[in-house]
């Protein structure tokens, strides 16, 4: 049960990030064609469907963790690099699922409510989508060199 509980961490994470970077290129190359009502639509379909993929697999990361750290029976004494999983990792995922849902839901009734040739800027949204890419990749790196 442990392996496929990581196999479950591994999956969720990439699938969040992956989600979370496909989010961030096709808003970076749809940037100059928004205003459009095509590039408007696809934008606020871009950003509900990988949504539906990234909270999930974040959800499935954060459920997958718990149950990891509850079976490894490590006590009040853990290294560095499993109290930033754990600490940095939960606080992270709840945080990025709120202010991407959020954000999100803001930037689909822009996108839609936005009339032809008006511009809709994006960019609190991908800054935002960009911070938590990065500091996803950090708690990573720091599991990874086990700190």
Known sequence: ???????????????????????????????????????NSLAGKTIRVFGRIAHPSSILVLLSGVYLILQMGIGTEKPL???????????????????????????????NSAADGTSVR????????GVFMFLIVSVVFVVSLKL
């Open 81 to 111: 690099w499993l109290q930033v999983m754990e600490k940095g990792g939960g606080t992270i995922i709840l945080l990025a699922v709120i202010f991407t849902a959020v954000l999100g839901s803001k930037m689909n009734k822009r996108l």
């Open 1 to 39: 049960m442990f392996g496929f509980m990581i196999f479950l961490h591994i999956s969720g994470l990439l699938g969040w990030l992956g989600a979370l970077l496909g989010i961030l290129v096709t808003m970076l190359l749809l940037r100059k064609q928004l205003g459009t009502p095509d590039a």
């Open 122 to 129: 994006l960019t609190g949204y991908l800054s935002t989508v």
